[in-house]
């Protein structure tokens, strides 16, 4: 089981750009899906987060201008990032909380690869 992510790169201030990213291998249930980042020398922080039935939750640093939504037929989240600002700069993360086994105990929570945006005139 693995999360993979895409889309990232380069961007002007006031562009977007959008992140995806899709769970990988035969999981029983995918429970909450989020995206966190990692500025250089800064802690990583959770940008939005999407419960299972839908329900989106985005930083205050972030509202009005990302969008977080799923599509849990592809089991995907999906980061849309309008109107891009410098300190949105930062290696983005994806995670998820799987179930990946009826017989599990619990819940687990994965982690994707990161993906640079860069905002930058």
């Known amino acids: 089981v693995q999360l993979q992510a895409s889309g990232g790169g380069s961007v002007q201030p006031g562009g977007s750009l959008r992140l995806s990213c899709t769970v990988s291998g035969n999981v029983f249930s995918v429970n909450f899906m989020a995206w966190y980042r990692q500025a250089p020398g800064k802690q990583r922080d959770l940008v939005a987060d999407?419960?299972?039935?839908?329900?989106?939750a985005l930083a205050d640093s972030v509202k009005g201008r990302f969008i977080i939504s799923r599509d849990n037929a592809k089991k995907m989240v999906t980061l849309e990032m309008n109107n891009l600002k410098p300190e949105d700069t930062a290696v983005y993360y994806c995670?998820?909380?799987?179930?990946?086994?009826?017989?599990?105990?619990?819940?687990?929570?994965?982690w994707g690869k990161g993906t640079q945006v860069t905002v930058s005139s």
């Open positions: 999407i419960t299972s039935d839908g329900r989106p």
């Open positions: 995670a998820a909380d799987l179930w990946v086994a009826p017989e599990d105990s619990s819940s687990s929570v994965y």
